[in-house]
């Protein structure tokens, strides 16, 4: 995907990976957290040590964190191979604190982020051996995309997000949506803006204009339902919303603010339109009070984010998928120029 020849000034937002370094241990990133202690009773979990994968591809292309890309990016690929089932060519998801695997192998929305981890991590700027075995894993669990379809779209989406070719394309394009409600799906629930970024890359990928122009709409029309770019995004939250009946509110999450931002940044790198920019940039500051409540969710002291927003609060616990969501939003920012780290940050 190009990059715009827009040329807009560019954000300062702090880069603090201190709870990320709380939340990291020999084993993986620990899921939960009680405020900003890491509550080791609630153990790991592919779907957060991919979203760490991705994080450690985005440090390492951004040149920032000193050692932690190349450490975080082994261990993530690691974690990725360990749950790796080769007989039923599945993954498991959750493991304990002693590193027990807790489920059977089976698809789900972890295989999706494994697949987008492994792809960001195969073509970041870290050692070669880091980067053939996240390629190798990759290719083993790519041929699992029409199973994952099964399971539904976000799984499809997550992949999509780290292949590049444009298999996916064919399972994520939508079929005749309603005209009131041009979705891919009857609700919205969460990860939303996950779908349609999605589909906008894989079509770009294989050079789809048609396709890429739906997933357009469909990114214009969810940027609206949550109100941009008129005022501060109020976002889905946990009560989902079903098409036909009216926003049920509810807690705000964090991984909705970060897909919407990132969603946001790739139909401004795809198509220059300023307005884009704008509100992934509006989006993006769900983080730091730019929201319904007027409160940052964001800890710029220790890096870390809290785990929800509600009307007139936020949950205090800071845990291994929100502070992630937060930083992958962040780097992701960057990489277009939407976003400018502090020169000064240490290594």
């Not at 039923?88 to 981890?117: F, Q, S």
């Not at 969810?222 to 919303?241: D, F, I, S």
């Not at 964090?254 to 220059?272: C, F, N």
Request: glycine content about 10%; aromatic content about 8%.
């Amino acid at each position: 995907m190009s990059i715009s020849s827009v040329t807009r000034p560019a954000l300062a937002r702090p880069l603090n990976l201190r709870h990320l370094d709380r939340l990291v241990d020999a084993r993986g990133i620990v899921q939960f957290a009680r405020g900003e202690r890491p509550d080791l009773s609630s153990g790991y979990c592919v779907d957060d040590v991919a979203r760490l994968g991705v994080v450690a591809a985005g440090l390492s292309t951004a040149g920032k964190g000193g050692t932690r890309p190349g450490r975080w990016a082994r261990l993530a690929v690691h974690f990725l191979w360990q749950a790796w089932d080769p007989g039923t060519e599945r993954l498991h998801n959750l493991m304990d604190a002693r590193g027990r695997w807790l489920d059977e192998p089976h698809h789900g929305d972890h295989t999706g982020r494994a697949i987008w981890a492994l792809g960001e991590l195969t073509g970041a700027p870290l050692p070669s051996r880091v980067r053939h075995r996240a390629a190798r894993l990759r290719a083993r669990l790519a041929p699992t995309l029409p199973a994952l379809a099964r399971h539904g779209l976000r799984p499809v989406a997550y992949a999509a997000l780290g292949l590049t070719g444009h298999s996916a394309l064919s399972l994520l394009d939508m079929t005749a949506p309603p005209a009131d409600w041009p979705w891919f799906e009857p609700q919205l629930t969460y990860d939303n803006a996950r779908l349609p970024q999605a589909l906008l890359r894989t079509a770009v990928a294989a050079g789809d204009r048609a396709t890429a122009a739906r997933a357009l709409a469909a990114i214009d029309w969810y940027a609206e339902r949550v109100g941009l770019p008129a005022g501060p995004p109020r976002l889905v939250g946990n009560l989902w919303w079903r098409h036909g009946q009216e926003h049920a509110g509810g807690d705000e999450q964090p991984l909705d603010a970060a897909a919407l931002a990132e969603a946001l940044t790739d139909a401004w790198l795809y198509t220059g339109e300023e307005r884009y920019a704008a509100m992934a940039a509006r989006a993006f500051g769900w983080f730091h009070g730019d929201n319904a409540a007027g409160l940052p969710v964001y800890d710029p002291a220790d890096g870390g984010c809290r785990d929800g927003l509600g009307a007139s609060w936020t949950n205090r616990n800071k845990g291994a998928e929100s502070t992630l969501a937060y930083h992958q939003a962040l780097l992701r920012l960057t990489s277009a120029s939407l976003v400018k780290l502090p020169v000064n940050y240490p290594p």
